[in-house]
């Protein structure tokens, strides 16, 4: 079975330009959750997208946003980027059904921004 | 939300029991305890997770505080391949904070051969 694949691995961004991240998880997957990781500030819950709807979300600014489609992928999108957000963005899927089913992470992408 | 907090380092030689703690005072009821680890260039790998009981696999075994306001990830015979940055995570599965993920700053376990 294929694991989670993120796209692209990495990717380098100028300031003010907006960016879209891809996450495809394993199949029959239906939860797909975002994080971002930094050495400043560790791995901090982005949102979480269960059948196609936001159900929960972390304290990030409204540029972050993310969708997720009828076949479960997902997408992430960083608008007006910031130096800031400089960052591994890491998406994880689940069953979602069973309430605590393990996520499984891809590698993630690496977001460069300057 | 409810926090982590777990030692920033640990070291062990191969071979040997490591245990790792984490403390959670203000876990809530409803929070399962996942424990999670990452290896360079990877993204975290689930490890074990439980609720109040303690729980083994063929990775780890999960020991929980009766009053569950602490746990410890029990790796029996640590091998070079443990070593990685480990994370204690409370995950919520109820209320309006379903699904919603708090990190501790995680434990880098270092392995000695």
């Known amino acids: 079975k294929a694991g989670v694949t993120q796209t692209p691995r990495y ?5 003010g330009q907006q960016v879209t991240l891809s996450c495809s998880p394993i199949s029959g997957h239906r939860s797909v959750s975002w994080y971002q990781q930094t050495p400043g500030q560790g791995l901090q819950f982005l949102f979480e997208y269960f059948s196609e ?16 489609f009828s076949n479960s992928r997902s997408e992430m999108n960083v608008s007006t980027l910031e130096l800031g957000d400089s960052a ?15 996520l499984h992470f891809g590698n993630g992408t690496r977001l460069t921004v300057t | 939300d409810a926090k982590t907090t777990q030692p920033n380092s640990m070291e062990s030689n191969e071979e040997e029991p490591v245990h790792l703690p984490c403390n959670h005072s203000t876990i809530s009821g409803t929070d399962y305890i996942h424990w999670y680890r990452q290896l360079p260039s990877q993204g975290p790998e689930y490890v074990i997770h439980g609720l109040t009981s303690n729980v083994n696999n063929r990775m780890a075994s999960l020991a929980i505080a009766e009053d569950r306001k602490s746990s410890t990830l029990i790796l029996h015979r640590a ?7 480990y994370y204690c995570i409370l995950r919520n599965a109820g209320g309006t904070s379903y699904g919603k993920l708090t990190f501790g700053q995680g434990t880098i376990l270092t392995v000695h051969p």
Request: net charge positive; charged share 25%; with cysteine.
């Open chain 1, 53 to 68: 709807t936001q159900r929960n979300k972390g304290n990030f600014p409204g540029r972050f946003s993310g969708r997720q």
């Open chain 1, 11 to 15: 990717l380098i961004k100028t300031r």
């Open chain 2, 79 to 85: 091998t070079l391949r443990d070593a990685a940055v």
């Open chain 1, 88 to 102: 591994l963005y890491l998406c994880a899927s689940s069953l979602g059904g069973r309430k605590n089913s393990p």
